[in-house]
């Protein structure tokens, strides 16, 4: 018999507001959106935040078309939360069924999520109105405390710190369990409590990391989200095995996230920062946990030869160092002196030459696209931002 597997995939990662700056690219910019595959079949959807239009244009029916079923959790209604719902195309169609799972919130009243639904589709915030939206969808109320069974998956609901409120939510699988915890700020005991009970013991614990630590005490207390440090606390307080750090800040770089992940990783072995592409599988043998990035957020690839010195930390945290060849490169875009001035916005064409294999040479031809123009370093010169095309 082979080992039950459970995948969860990552659509959405940053809270607030969607960003779309090339600093925040390699994380991704879209809002909170996940897709938990239990090994019975069952899908669930965590969260309806921009990701979710992405999910939609790569939808395939779960079980191969036997019982189109999704089951849908909202933690709550801020817009980041919400705002992928009109975009999902899968709720277009007819063949289609989805169960929504959510509180009801005391600003809203009895069937909130529903209508949710019909504000952010009532005219003129949207072009075509609820009518057009053919799925069959099915609206249940949740609330802290909750427990219930999906397929051979139990559920649980707890609720978080956040203002206007917030559910995070516990999936047990016969592959292990996840725990999604997002939009909660720490430091109100009874809620605190609530969290490391969701958590215990989990396989995956995703919490919410948007502010460093500083912040959280100073400039962005009671804004109801929490630290990479609290993250890791909680994690070893209730034996979590692997964190993901999630709901990034929209003014955190890519850079920011790579040093706040750095930070994490020096107090807690298995970490990682949510990055949208990003994949989890859960019960394989061997490691119970293992991650992979897709060749998604990965940028133009050319075969190449360029002799490298590569150091690092392996995964058992010894320092090495090694001389290889690197095959296949993948480029984003690059900083080229010229002396011709070209129109900004204008296409280049950039020939390399690269090292062959024994002392040869060869050559990468690229297409590019103008982004910039700087004073160059030396007189006469202009430094040239390319972004590579193909
Ligand atoms: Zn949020
Ligand atoms: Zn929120």
Redesign the pocket.
């Known amino acids: 018999m082979t080992a039950p597997i459970a995948k969860l995939s990552f659509w959405g990662v940053r ?2 507001t969607p960003t779309v700056d090339p600093a925040t690219w390699r994380y991704g910019g879209n809002t909170p959106c996940l897709e938990l595959t239990a090994p019975d079949g069952t899908q669930f959807i965590l969260d309806c935040g921009t990701g979710l239009r992405m999910l939609g244009s790569r939808w395939r029916t779960p079980n191969g078309g036997g019982n189109p079923e999704t089951h849908i959790f909202v ?2 209604y ?1 817009w ?2 919400i705002q992928g719902i009109p975009f999902f195309s899968p709720l277009y169609a007819e063949n289609n069924e989805f169960h929504f799972y959510s509180f009801r919130s005391k600003f809203l009243g009895r069937d909130s999520l529903k209508q949710v639904f019909e504000a952010q589709m009532a005219l003129p915030y949207f072009p075509v109105d609820m009518s057009a939206m053919n799925a069959k969808r099915k609206f249940k109320e949740v609330e802290g405390g909750d427990t219930f069974t999906i397929g051979e998956n139990k559920i649980t609901a707890k609720w978080l710190n ?3 409120g ?1 559910l995070g939510f516990r999936i047990e699988t016969p592959a292990g369990t996840v725990v999604y915890a ?2 909660n700020e720490p430091g109100d005991p009874k809620l605190d409590e609530s969290l490391r009970e969701l958590a215990a013991g989990a396989d995956i614990f995703i919490n919410d990391a948007q502010f460093t630590p500083e912040q959280l005490k100073t400039t962005r207390k009671g804004w ?2 929490s630290s990479w440090q609290e993250g890791v606390k909680l994690a070893r307080e209730v034996g979590a095995k692997t964190l993901v750090l999630f709901h990034h800040d929209p003014d955190s770089t890519d850079r920011m996230v790579d040093s706040i992940l750095r930070q994490a990783r020096e107090e807690c072995d298995s970490v990682f920062a949510a990055s949208e592409g990003m994949v989890i599988t859960l019960g394989a043998t061997g490691d119970n946990v293992q991650a992979h990035m897709p060749g998604a957020r990965t940028s133009l690839r050319r075969e190449a030869q360029f002799r490298a010195k590569v150091s690092g930390v392996t995964e058992d945290g010894k320092a090495f160092q090694e001389e290889t060849v690197v095959r296949d490169i993948s480029l984003q875009g690059a900083l080229i002196s010229l002396q011709n001035l070209p129109q900004l916005q204008s296409e280049l064409q950039v020939t390399m030459q690269t090292p062959g294999e024994n002392g040869s040479q060869s050559s990468m031809r690229l297409k590019g696209y103008v982004v910039r123009i700087d004073a160059g370093a030396e007189k006469g010169q202009v430094a040239v931002g390319v972004v590579f095309t193909d």
Do not use: I, L, M, R
């Open positions: 809270g607030s933690t709550h801020h980041d939360h956040h203002p206007q917030c997002t939009d109801g989200h």
